[in-house]
């Protein structure tokens, strides 16, 4: 849980009772909170989202979200599942992605139930509007993130930057009038892109009755264009998604003069359905679309972000593109001053990535000035996940070479929180 209740920080949803009054979708920003049988790893008791969520817990819920994995520890998740809302997305899309934006190495998970197997699959795949009426819970379904190809080694295998210098970024690349012409070429009527407009919370939409194109305040591009086909259950072939996503990229001109991209990683989506009927039933799991990922690229370092600096194209099984994210920024030039870090000698940046206690230190000075560890901590105490040296594409001007690093923190007996931290090696 968030926060330490009666000396407890740890819920158990037997003790719960919920849906039974207006509350029907059920949020959970915390680890462990919504289990999938199929991710044997992390689930060696083959818990299934009914384990936990059906009666007598659940007395009125028509869908939950929550995470399969330990979770980061971060504000964002709402705020990104609103902007992903409004981007067209449902429920369940909006809720992956919003996981995803934060961090591509924990699994979310969405779940529904209906009367039969079709009912759930179906509110699963298209629900967003949100309804007060409850569901049946004669079969469940729900999906998850599956695995995909890490890109980053771990900290002793990563390479020296050959070049320390921060990237000069352009203006936001999506304007009025490049959103305009995206829209025409992805198949808006005339009329719906002059009907161009601003939403509540200053992002540019272009909206029409099966697709939404939006650029939010950070100047994100997203785009929906259709709902997976369910009724194609074959995972579509890797490297025909692949060709796909790069045919999109050129034709959309997303790659182009001070944009450079590499082939990241392949983010499938899986669902699965079930019942607690009779003996019992469990479908096989199935792919329903993959995110082809790109990221951006700059004197042979990486965009270290989750949810700047990249492009990703989303493939049903037909292979028809389903959704576009474009985070990217137009790099105008380099600077050998660091803009974040004024008068930072080039060999001090050298020594500190080279100098592991010296980074860890400052890893450690980060998480407690982030309340992560206490002032009195002597050590590191917590697990290393990862760790990648690349260009934080996340300022507004400029990008500069960061060490970004993943722990994990035990916060009880059963489960961690994770934190993902940046230290600024020449920015």
């Known amino acids: 849980m968030g926060g330490t209740w009666d000396n407890r920080n740890e819920a158990a949803s037997t003790r719960m009772r919920v849906g039974n009054e207006t509350a029907k979708y059920l949020f959970w920003s915390t680890c462990q909170s919504l289990k999938v ?34 979770s980061y520890d971060h504000a964002d998740y709402g705020k990104n599942f609103g902007k992903n809302y409004n981007a067209g997305q449902t429920f369940r899309n909006a809720w992956i992605n919003a996981s995803w934006a934060i961090a591509h190495n924990q699994i979310a998970t969405v779940a529904t139930s209906g009367s039969n197997q079709q009912e759930a699959l179906q509110r699963l795949n298209t629900e967003r509007l949100f309804q007060w009426s409850s569901v049946a819970r ?6 998850w993130t599956g695995g995909f190809t890490q890109p980053f080694p771990m900290m002793a295998e990563l390479q020296k930057p050959t070049q320390l210098e921060v990237l000069l970024l352009g203006a936001r690349q999506f304007d009025e009038k490049r959103v305009a012409a995206l829209a025409s070429e992805l198949g808006f009527s005339r009329k719906e892109v002059e009907n161009m407009g601003f939403l509540k919370d200053g992002s540019l939409a272009v909206l029409n009755g099966k697709g939404r194109l939006l650029v939010d305040e950070e100047g994100r591009f997203q785009a929906t264009l259709a709902t997976a086909n369910l009724g194609n259950t074959r995972a579509i072939a890797k490297d025909r998604a692949i060709t796909i996503a790069q045919k999109w990229i050129k034709d959309l001109n997303f790659e182009r003069e001070g944009i450079t991209l590499k ?10 359905a079930g019942t607690r009927e009779g003996s ?4 096989e799991p199935f792919v329903s679309d993959t995110t082809v990922v790109f ?27 389903t959704h576009l994210h474009n985070s990217t920024r137009v790099v105008e030039g380099t600077s050998s001053v660091p803009r974040l870090m004024p008068g930072i000698p080039k060999n001090a940046a050298s020594a500190l990535w080279s100098d592991e206690a010296l980074l860890n230190q400052q890893f450690q000075q980060k998480l407690t000035s982030e309340g992560v560890l206490r002032e009195t901590s002597k050590t590191l105490d917590a697990t290393l996940l990862e760790s990648k040296t690349g260009y934080d594409f996340s300022g507004a001007q400029s990008a500069g070479i960061v060490v970004q690093r993943d722990y994990e923190r035990a916060s009880g007996t059963l489960t961690a929180k994770r934190y993902k931290v940046r230290v600024p090696l020449f920015a």
């Open 263 to 272: 082939f990241d990683s392949l983010r499938p989506t899986m669902m699965q």
């Open 138 to 143: 004669n079969w469940w379904a729900w999906s």
């Open 280 to 283: 019992g039933r469990l479908e």
């Open 37 to 70: 049988p199929d991710v044997v790893p992390d689930n060696p008791n083959h818990l299934a989202p009914w384990s936990t969520w059906d009666s007598p817990t659940n007395q009125g819920l028509r869908m939950i979200f929550g995470f399969h994995t330990n």
């Open 295 to 321: 990221r951006q690229t700059a004197n042979g370092l990486d965009s270290v972000n989750a949810n700047h600096g990249l492009v990703m194209v989303t493939v049903d099984n037909d292979g028809t593109v």
